[in-house]
Every structure is written in structure tokens, then in C-alpha cells.
């Protein structure tokens, strides 16, 4: 997993609350066996729907998806993730998430940002009203801003999970930091016993 240190871009405002993983990726997309591809199932059902706000010329390419109360509901989909990934978001805010969902997030670099209820309905007015609109999260200094909108606030992580996401550690990622004590146990390791390797 990369390091998420400071994500600046363009927003798409999904005005819409209690969004569960499987309006976030539809089941009929859970048959794929590897990571990639979920971005075009992103929201499939809804994309159907010409005047949906994915289908909006005005936020092709944005990187921030800004999104109503209670997102990420439902099963316990790792695929949601994949495919808000994959689509090309790297961050999502609200003022609420599922925990499985976040905790999904987290592990995979989706970062993502819980505001009041104001800052996230002030959020969705300004990148409605103003598509271009610039938007800053810095993890180290847990700050969302859009500056050309009057918009600052702050956001918490655990400091365990900021680390996390400044270093780009995902599970793997945490277990090699203690590779040269693994390489030790290793080679204390009897020959007899069944290897890995």
C-alpha cells in the first residue's frame, strides 16, 4: 500500500445518506477474483440513471468523494473498497461510516475522513455549487480544507492507524517491520520442520 500523506484535489458529491456496499458495489460484481476492475461496477445501478452524479461531465476525474451521513453500511464487503479504489478515489468523507467499512478502508489506503454533520453538509453545498472547487486533507495534521470555499476542519485517527497510513503499512507492511526478527526464528527452526519457502 502506498503512503497517504496529504490528498489535494477535485470532489463528487454523493448528497445521499445510509449508502450501503452493495449500492457501493453491486453483488452481481463479487464474482471477479482479483482486485482490479470494480471501478467500472462503481455505483452500477445508480449509473444507469443519466442525471446520477458519476455521469456528470463536471466531475470526471476527482479524487474525493464527499458523501452523505452513514456511508458504507451493509456486508462486509473488502470489494466496496476496491472499487471506490479503483474508480480513482482516494479519500471519502462523511460524517459517518460503517465500522467495517472504515476498518476496510484503512487496510487498503481508502482513506477516510468522518466530519460533523455541518462541515459535511457545508462540504457537499460548496463542491455542488462549485465543481472545480479544491479540496486538502493532510493525515499528519488530521485537516480538511477547501480554502476557496471558507471551509477548515479537522478530523480524527487513532494514532496507531495515522502511522498506518503515513507509512503505507498495509498487514503485510506490519509484519515486515519485523523481518530481521523473523529471519531469526527462522533460522533457529529445526530442518525437519515444513517450510514456507
Known sequence: MKPVTVITGRAVPLDRSDVDTDQIIPSDWLKRVERTGFGAGLFAEWRDDRDFILNNQDFVGAN????????????????????LLDYGFEAVVSSQFA????????????????VSQQVDRALLDAVQADPTLELTIDVARGTIEAPAAGITATFSLDEFTRERLLNGWD??????????????????????LPTTV
Open 99 to 114: 465500522d467495517i467499512f472504515h476498518n476496510n478502508s484503512i487496510l487498503q489506503g481508502l482513506l477516510p475522513v468522518t
Open 64 to 83: 474525493i468523494l464527499v458523501a452523505g451521513h452513514n456511508f458504507g453500511t451493509g456486508s462486509s464487503r473488502e470489494h466496496a473498497v476496491w472499487a
Open 171 to 192: 498487514e503485510i507492511g506490519l509484519s515486515l517491520r519485523h523481518e530481521a526478527d523473523i529471519d531469526k526464528f527462522e533460522a533457529r527452526r529445526p530442518d525437519w
